[in-house]
């Protein structure tokens, strides 16, 4: 069964601090996407980054950006200079493409706390 | 704004009760999931319609029931609610059925059980 371990329940940081939320998966699917979304103190979760499991290249986005490793199922996020906005639960998650009925599985977050 | 529109924001109902929240998706997408969030749980998969069929089931109880209509939108029916049922359900839709998919949130419902 697919899984996904975020061990950091909570962060605290303060402002200009990089920070970096740990994700690790267990599936036995050779092709699985991953996932991070964030939820902001609104509610509404918001799509970050989707990752196929053939591409183990790095991304950046501005301040952040996510190391992929293979080798060890992780799947971790750095925010670089946080910012107060930064401030959310971040969820990592796995789908299974080949696993016919079988949707998103989110991790249990780590919430954010990035202080002035 | 995702342009997923849940509805409504809050619910407080009693134990033994029965609810009915809403999702539409947005616009040409034909997939929609529903999520329980909860603090004990996290972010527990529901289930998933693509173009009014059930797709994907995940840890819904026999006491939960879902559609989704004819014009897409979905509903998710919950009975015999009790204290524990009390969650944060999110509704999301994507373009496509497959797990890969992007998804888009809505804003959720806040349903308390008393």
């Known amino acids: 069964a697919q899984k996904v371990t975020q061990a950091q329940t909570e962060i605290s940081v303060v402002e200009k601090e990089d920070v970096t939320l740990d994700c690790v998966y267990e599936t036995r699917d050779t092709t699985y996407y991953l996932f991070w979304y964030k939820q902001p103190p609104s509610g509404e979760l918001v799509f970050l980054i989707r990752?196929?499991?053939?591409?183990?290249q790095n991304e950046i986005s501005g301040r952040y950006s996510w190391n992929f490793q293979k080798s060890t199922s992780s799947f971790n996020f750095t925010i670089t200079a946080s910012q107060v906005v930064d401030s959310a639960v971040y969820f990592c998650?796995?789908?299974?493409?080949?696993?016919?009925?079988?949707?998103?599985?989110f991790g249990k977050g780590t919430t954010l706390s990035v202080s002035s | 704004d995702s342009g997923v529109t849940q509805t409504p924001k809050h619910l407080i109902t009693a134990t033994g009760q029965r609810v009915t929240l809403r999702c539409s998706p947005r616009s040409g997408d034909l997939s929609v999931y529903w999520y329980q969030q909860s603090l004990d749980q996290g972010l527990q998969f529901l289930i998933q319609?693509?173009?009014?069929?059930?797709?994907a089931k995940g840890n819904i109880l026999e006491r939960f029931s879902a559609q989704q209509f004819p014009d897409l939108h979905s509903e998710l029916n919950l009975s015999s609610l009790e204290l524990g049922d009390s969650a944060l359900y999110f509704c999301?839709?994507?373009?496509?059925?497959?797990?890969?998919?992007?998804?888009?949130f809505g804003s959720g419902t806040q349903l308390s059980v008393l």
């Open positions: 990752r196929n499991s053939f591409d183990e």
């Open positions: 999301a839709s994507s373009s496509g059925q497959a797990p890969n998919e992007k998804l888009f």
């Open positions: 319609y693509y173009n009014g069929e059930e797709r």
């Open positions: 998650a796995l789908s299974e493409l080949n696993q016919a009925g079988t949707a998103l599985i």
